[in-house]
């Protein structure tokens, strides 16, 4: 007779391995065989096992189950420019924040400046490149960086010009679109696809282009890569020409100036949005004015002369289940809320975040609560409010630990510059603390880092249970065949994996100090410590205690390192198990040279300060040129220094007396002006 454990744990398998399937269809395939609402029933048969059955949680981790593997059905293609991602703002307040960080960049006081703002279309990036007028490449967006070669598909929607015929075309135009598909078209093939986003992606993927052709394709074009030689001004400019050239442009597109505008549009298209034959889930604000565009340049990530409003959160009410709690990377210790399962946005929801122990006595939040969370953008959902009114005798205060899961005790750090104490409690243990180490782990093999497909934070949770890895060396060195022996693992998927990590032991320098996770560096200060070590050879100095504090007085000289980063960098390489970990790591891998921007640059191989305020920019605006011209900013006087710009507004005499005593070369704000229009 089968024991009811057996029969539940079969039951189990069964579902997750239905689910898994649906996963491939929808992902990969793009051809979900079921409806929305059937695919979520099933997925909250699965969690409601597995949240009512402990010992199911070791069977599959379904509640972290979405995706599949990659498609290889198209070449890998390098585009011209990489296609950014845009930052988020949620409301006033952040694009507040936005025109502030412009107007500060660009040394603008309280002019306001002219955006140019279009609907964000909810539909599938592709770029298309034309020389000489013909259109030779169409790319997807993929990761950014490498698309995937559809032309031909591309081809397949009719309105986009296969030649342009005008006396002003440039040698090179490169042209970035987003392709949708209509609401009217999508009501005739809805049986096909999960939703009209899905229908675009997955007709665009079709290995043979005449699937393409039979789904009614349309887009919008809404910005360029590279433009050779230029022949725009602004993005209006661009618009209008490409428009006149035979591109469709989106006719809800305008000119906007100021906070007050931004609001009005962003609530006008809000409203107006129903009424559309298409999907959009914002706004899109873009500095009009190209020159300006380029002065401000891009982050690590995104340009800083635009971003995406998003529209409203979506909203929902539900009920705290239980309060768990989560380590991350740098040891932070999350509460979350596990709440009854509600469709929030389209999406099936069952966490929410609680950010901290402050954020928990300041909303009153109690386990059994009825709360109400939203969800915006990709964000996870959060609690918004508790109805208190609705609280009954089975709602518990919760009792923030302060004890990491590890056992270790935790701590709220004080700023030494506000001198405050810290919201969140930290786990100080690093890789000793298992629950960061998989944390870790799953950052290192992350899109910024190493970059490993196949390897997502899934695979890492299961690969940790089954102790194939637990530290980054790990990773190279992995037992293939107990994985072919895992459901779901066959031959391609390995194979795939195996490309994937070989391909991931290249990497550029800024990129591996961004991968091994110390905290308070991002990817900027990444980019900042590879320009000053410029090798692996001169980083692993950092390793030797005597070699150590010598590097870590010179980094404080760095402008964007100060106190914070060193003192974490510090502690980070005091710990031998950090130590032994990263040098284990740079064994297996190809850390190539830090390569300077523009290395025949105006300020090629030099160092320089500033001290004052310049009136024709801002220090920020200055920093970036220096940097695009292959020089160094310092933030502190030494010998090492080779100019010191001086700007005409309060500059310090202490710093100019001591450049002079150093024999250093004082640049004034003219000379600085004469330097860069040379």
């Known amino acids: 007779m089968i024991k009811k454990k057996d029969r539940i744990i079969e039951d189990f398998r069964n579902k997750l391995r239905e689910l898994k399937d649906h996963n491939k269809y929808y992902f990969k395939d793009d051809s979900p065989k079921i409806s929305d609402s059937e695919y979520d029933k099933l997925k909250n048969e699965i969690l409601k096992l597995e949240n009512k059955y402990s010992y199911l949680r070791l069977e599959g981790l379904a509640s972290s189950l979405v995706g599949s593997t990659p498609s290889n059905k198209f070449k890998k293609v390098k585009h011209l420019k990489p296609m950014l991602s845009l930052s988020n703002a949620f409301d006033k307040n952040d694009m507040n924040d936005f025109l502030k960080k412009i107007r500060n960049f660009l040394n603008l006081k309280d002019n306001d400046i002219e955006l140019f703002c279009e609907p964000k279309i909810d539909g599938i990036s592709a770029t298309l490149i034309y020389e000489n007028g013909s259109l030779k490449k169409g790319l997807s967006r993929g990761d950014g960086v490498f698309g995937e070669d559809i032309l031909e598909n591309l081809k397949t929607i009719k309105k986009i010009p296969k030649s342009l015929k005008d006396s002003e075309i440039p040698e090179l135009l490169e042209i970035r679109c987003e392709i949708y598909i209509s609401k009217k078209d999508f009501l005739k093939i809805k049986e096909n696809f999960a939703n009209p986003r899905n229908a675009a992606g997955g007709s665009l993927r079709q290995k043979n282009p005449e699937e393409t052709a039979k789904i009614p394709l349309k887009y919008f074009a809404y910005g360029f890569g590279s433009v050779k030689p230029m022949v725009f001004s602004n993005q209006s400019e661009f618009l209008k020409k490409i428009n006149k050239w035979g591109f469709e442009i989106n006719p809800l597109s305008k000119k906007i100036i100021g906070l007050e505008e931004i609001e009005n549009q962003h609530k006008k298209i809000d409203n107006l949005r129903s009424t559309l034959d298409y999907d959009i889930d914002g706004l899109v604000f873009k500095v009009n004015d190209l020159n300006l565009q380029k002065r401000l340049g891009n982050t690590s990530n995104s340009p800083r002369w635009a971003v995406a409003y998003k529209f409203s959160a979506e909203k929902a009410?539900?009920?705290?289940?239980?309060?768990?709690?989560?380590?991350?990377?740098t040891g932070a210790i999350t509460p979350v809320a596990k709440v009854e399962p509600v469709t929030v946005g389209g999406v099936v929801v069952s966490n929410a975040t609680l950010h901290n122990e402050d954020e928990i006595n300041r909303k009153d939040i109690r386990l059994r609560d009825t709360i109400l969370i939203q969800r915006a953008g990709?964000?996870?959902?959060?609690?918004?409010?508790?109805?208190?009114?609705?609280?009954?005798?089975?709602?518990?205060?919760?009792?923030?630990?302060?004890?990491?899961?590890?056992?270790?005790?935790?701590?709220?750090?004080?700023s030494k510059s506000t001198k405050k104490e810290d919201a969140v409690r930290r786990c100080t243990k690093g890789y000793d603390c298992k629950f960061i180490a998989r944390e870790k782990l799953k950052h290192i093999v992350s899109k910024e880092a190493l970059n490993i497909d196949g390897l997502g934070k899934k695979v890492i949770d299961q690969f940790w249970e089954l102790k194939l890895i637990r530290e980054p060396s790990d990773i190279f060195n992995l037992n293939y065949e107990k994985i072919k022996n895992l459901e779901g693992w066959g031959e391609l998927s390995i194979d795939n994996l195996k490309k994937a990590i070989s391909k991931s032991q290249s990497i550029n320098l800024d990129k591996f100090i961004f991968s091994i996770g110390i905290r308070h560096i991002g990817q900027e200060n990444a980019k900042i410590l590879a320009g000053f070590f410029g090798s692996i050879k001169a980083f692993c100095k950092l390793f030797d205690e005597k070699t150590r504090k010598k590097l870590l007085i010179n980094l404080i000289d760095l402008d964007g390192i100060g106190e914070t980063q060193t003192l974490s960098i510090r502690n980070f390489f005091l710990n031998k198990t950090n130590t032994r970990i990263t040098n284990n790591l740079i064994k297996n891998l190809k850390i190539q040279n830090y390569i300077v921007q523009n290395a025949d640059g105006k300020f090629s191989n030099k160092k320089l300060m500033f001290t004052g305020g310049f009136k024709s920019m801002s220090r920020s605006e200055a920093k970036a040129i220096v940097e695009n011209n292959g020089g160094k900013v310092l933030g502190a006087l030494s010998k090492k220094l080779d100019f010191l710009v001086v700007g005409e507004s309060k500059p310090t005499k202490r710093k100019i007396d001591q450049a002079k005593k150093l024999n250093i070369k004082i640049i004034l704000e003219k000379d600085w002006n004469n330097i860069l229009n040379s």
């Open 317 to 329: 009410i539900t009920k705290i289940k239980d309060i768990i709690i989560q380590v991350g990377r």
């Open 378 to 414: 990709d964000v996870i959902p959060q609690v918004i409010s508790v109805d208190a009114s609705k609280r009954t005798n089975e709602s518990k205060k919760f009792k923030f630990p302060v004890k990491c899961l590890c056992g270790s005790p935790t701590v709220k750090e004080v």
